[in-house]
């Protein structure tokens, strides 16, 4: 089968750094993509490794280490509107189908 | 564009009763996916489909069907609604290839009484 483990809730204050980590455990791993998700939404893509190594994307930055099992997605100059659940998913190699794991909440005090 | 709408949002059912979910999309995706996301969990894959006139399992199909006779639309069946049906159901799509992005519907909140 497959696992993700992620924390289930994390808080900090406004312009702090988050890091929510995700490690994996699946076969025919092909990458891992990050979603957030505000309270009554959708999830929205946010990032996406395929290979070893750090993407920046604004103040929010995802990691991969292939050889680890192991990615964080790095929350920073955090704000009120970034309260909300973090989603990481493992995308395998046949197709497009994701996995998802369930969830780390962050909410971002003043 | 509209992107991904789902129909209805809202929907209370009686055990046993059945009724389909709509999906549809304006973008031209092969791909489509319904989901379902139970309270403080993520989402789970119930079945998907990779283009017109195909479709296949998920992590957890059994109590649902789907149709994908047109490409802009996916639908999802419950014959005979159970109340662990209840549930968040969002559909998704993406374009054929290594695209790396899903695109969710609003979603649908059902409940079985």
């Known amino acids: ?110 | 564009n509209a992107g991904v709408t789902q129909t209805p949002k809202f929907r209370v059912l009686k055990t046993g009763q059945s009724m389909t979910l709509l999906c549809a999309q304006d973008m031209n995706h092969e791909y489509m996916y319904w989901y379902r996301q139970d309270p403080g969990m993520g989402l789970r894959l119930i079945h998907y489909s990779v283009g017109e006139g195909t479709t296949a399992k998920g992590e957890v199909p059994d109590g649902y069907n789907v149709s994908r006779l047109k490409k802009q639309n996916f639908l999802l069946g419950l014959e005979s609604a159970a109340p662990s049906q209840t549930s968040v159901y969002f559909c998704a799509s993406n374009p054929q290839g290594p695209y790396n992005e899903q695109f969710f519907g609003p979603g649908t909140r059902l409940t079985v009484l």
């Open chain 1, 1 to 110: 089968g497959q696992s993700l483990e992620q924390p289930s809730e994390v808080t900090a204050v406004e312009g702090a750094i988050v890091q929510i980590n995700c490690t994996y455990q699946t076969s025919g791993f092909y990458g891992l993509s990050w979603y957030q998700q505000h309270d009554g939404g959708a999830p929205t893509f946010l990032s996406y490794n395929g290979l070893d190594g750090l993407e920046e994307t604004g103040r929010f930055s995802s990691f991969l280490s292939r050889s680890d099992s192991y990615g964080y997605l790095l929350l920073q100059e955090l704000q009120m509107k970034d309260s909300a659940s973090y989603f990481c998913a493992v995308r395998k190699a046949a197709g497009n189908k994701l996995t998802f794991g369930g969830g780390t909440r962050v909410l971002v005090k003043p």
